[in-house]
């Protein structure tokens, strides 16, 4: 695996909780990592990628609370400082995303515009 750079994006406890949850089900994959990024669509232009991949060879590696987090470089300029949290509640339940770089989101959350 390549070398450990400075993390651009946060995961908080709750999202960090969820995740090694996840990592920890019968079902997941060996070999697999946490990838965040984004790619083009959604109701504000942008949406949010959020899912367990294989390594490619353009990615950025990082390690957040001893979750390995998969990047693309060119991904960083819309993420940079971006938390993503996890909630649990009654209203709402699924991963957040809180994006200092967003000019506008849909009502869902899951996707952005800058």
Same mark, same amino acid.
């Given at each position: $695996?390549?070398? &450990?750079?400075?993390?651009?994006? +946060?995961? /908080?406890?709750?999202? #960090?909780? *969820?995740?090694?949850?996840?990592?920890?089900?019968?079902?997941?994959?060996?070999?697999?990592?946490?990838?965040?990024?984004?790619?083009?669509?959604?109701?504000?232009? $942008?949406?949010? &990628?959020?899912?367990?991949?294989? +390594?490619? /060879?353009?990615?950025? #590696?990082? *390690?957040?609370?001893?979750?390995?987090?998969?990047?693309?470089?060119?991904?960083?300029?819309?993420?940079?400082?971006?938390?993503?949290?996890?909630?649990?509640?009654?209203?709402?339940?699924?991963?957040?995303?809180?994006?200092?770089?967003?000019?506008?989101?849909?009502?869902?959350?899951?996707?952005?515009?800058?």
């Amino acid at each position: $695996m390549d070398a &450990i750079v400075a993390v651009p994006i +946060k995961l /908080s406890s709750n999202a #960090v909780t *969820e995740v090694k949850r996840l990592m920890n089900e019968p079902a997941f994959v060996t070999g697999q990592y946490l990838r965040i990024g984004v790619k083009g669509g959604g109701c504000s232009g $942008m949406s949010y &990628i959020l899912g367990f991949d294989a +390594k490619e /060879s353009d990615d950025e #590696v990082y *390690e957040i609370e001893g979750i390995t987090v998969l990047m693309k470089k060119s991904h960083e300029m819309y993420l940079f400082g971006m938390e993503v949290d996890y909630s649990d509640g009654l209203n709402a339940r699924g991963f957040v995303f809180k994006n200092p770089n967003a000019s506008s989101t849909c009502g869902c959350g899951s996707s952005f515009a800058v």
